[in-house]
């Protein structure tokens, strides 16, 4: 059994790691957001797949969900003594993986490449893919500072300005890789994980030819859906989807993946919108568990339920 | 009066810091060697430079004499757990001016105005400034390895290799900057401090038109020998003195500046030496003194003795 799981950063990867402790070895593909990736002092950084690499790995930092674990800031300290105002953490031992992936890019290698090879030095038994080796970046219109690179939202103005539109720069000519095509074609199942859908999975399914990918496919797609009660865990997703007309809820989120969703796994917090949603989309199959993710024995849990989905499916 | 001292490295930034702990602030001028020059993992580095920098500084690790103080070596460690054979001591401190250069010299910044800014950021009272804003390599030539890149050949190899010639890439086109032109023009006294001639202070001289402006000047160059006893006190001046067919004492180093230098300070160690040499050239003015510097007094001291040359200069 082959399964494919769709995330963005701290949220999503949770559950991406459950499924990476519960599925044999190279069964999993995660397919990561680059809709966050920027240039910062002339490093590439991918935040997305970095936080997958370092949970999947098991250096993540515990505290925060992404970074490194034992991370130091030696170097941030020395560009602050240089009068620099730096607004982005860059952790001593962080910046190896921005050094050597801007340092292959340069060289020609593509992302994909480079971040399977970080993996396999990181000795994840997984498969991690970038969603598209080419350049696609999130852009968020903001009221109060107009158009803001996604790094510069999300991290420097803290997710606090109210988004108006949310685009995706490049994604009109963005290309799924060869992997990223091959690994959905072999596919069993195909898990969107609990990531704001916005600004971690759409970025995802704007590059070319994605979307059509995953509805073309006959294996069921599953999502876990990322509220809990209506509310984001962790994040801006409700203020988001608030901000850009969705109804803040299991229905937004639904309707947000239209015609994607053969499964929708809800918290029991939201039941009281299994009805509705039920109505509203008759074929959909949705399930209700506890999908709030504090211990690592919850993302296994909520990992196996998921997978269960495949096995109903075979039963049917 | 103002003064300008050439340097390279380790030994002859020792000099420069006493003459920046003697020297009314703003009137010291080190012009640094940039021969040693590299790019690694798509960083610039300037060992040189920055060793000048964090010794004049004051926060140059005390043991090795080249790096920060108070140093860690967390991106290294990563690296190497990435599988990389890591050669190049790349600090976590030291990082931040890599990072920094780089990423100014990408914007179209020259080198003498990231040095100049990064120096006026650590409250340098002095001027530091490379030898030319141009590519200027130092390529070693070895019996073992063919030809190095100086880096490859002094750490990588740790100067053991045989070399065979020694030649200084661009320097048929590296310009002296105005900056470096405006401080020779205006210097009262002249320094080469007690770096290696062939590895240091050769790729300063070799940059297009720098001896002729040092020789034109009618202030008196002094140069302190970085011999003792006819030996370097640490890397490999006697030892690449020998293998280019240069005397390796006191007789070759005069020899290599032939034409440059006014005086000429000795460590009392070579003495003996002395007579040949005022009997090769009469009109050099052999002064002798204990040069070797361990302690931050015996900088100074040397510093207060070099500087004696020119009230010397003066009376006459």
């Known amino acids: 059994m082959k399964v494919v799981a769709l995330t963005g950063g701290v949220g999503g990867v949770k559950l991406a790691h459950g499924l990476s402790q519960v599925l044999p070895p190279h069964t999993l593909t995660v397919i990561g957001n680059v809709g966050d990736d920027f240039e910062y002092y002339g490093l590439h950084i991918s935040p997305d797949l970095d936080t997958v690499m370092y949970t999947l790995a098991g250096i993540v930092n515990p505290i925060t ?22 607004w982005f953490g860059l952790g001593d031992r962080d910046l190896a993986t921005h050094i050597l992936r801007t340092d292959w890019l340069r060289r020609g ?12 030095q990181l ?5 991690i893919l970038p969603a598209t080796d080419d350049r696609l970046r999130t852009m968020v219109q903001t009221v109060e500072y107009g158009l803001l690179p996604f790094q510069e939202y999300f991290v420097k103005h803290r997710w606090q300005p109210i988004v108006s539109d949310v685009s995706y720069d490049g994604a009109e000519t963005a290309k799924v890789s060869p992997e990223v095509l091959e690994a959905i074609q072999q596919a069993d199942l195909i898990i969107i994980c609990p990531s704001n859908p916005i600004l971690s999975i759409a970025p995802i399914l704007a590059v070319q030819s994605m979307r059509e990918l995953l509805m073309s496919r006959s294996v069921p797609t599953v999502l876990v859906s990322p509220l809990i009660g209506g509310k984001a865990i962790k994040g801006p997703t409700d203020k988001i989807m608030r901000e850009l007309g969705y109804i803040p809820s299991t229905i937004g989120v639904v309707q947000f993946y239209e015609g994607l969703l053969d499964y929708l796994i809800i918290d029991v917090a939201d039941a009281s919108e299994l009805k509705t949603v039920q109505e509203l989309y008759p074929k959909l199959q949705i399930l209700q568990t506890s999908t709030l993710m504090q211990t690592i024995d919850d993302r296994i849990s909520l990992a196996q339920y998921v997978l269960a989905c495949l096995e109903n499916e075979e039963i049917r």
Chains 1, 2 share one sequence.
């Open 65 to 86: 969900g992404w970074g490194q674990n034992n991370e130091t800031w030696q170097m941030k300290t020395m560009l602050q003594t240089y009068g620099e105002d730096v």
């Open 123 to 127: 000795q994840i038994p997984h498969t």
């Open 109 to 120: 290698y593509r992302l994909t490449e480079i971040t399977l090879h970080l993996a396999e």
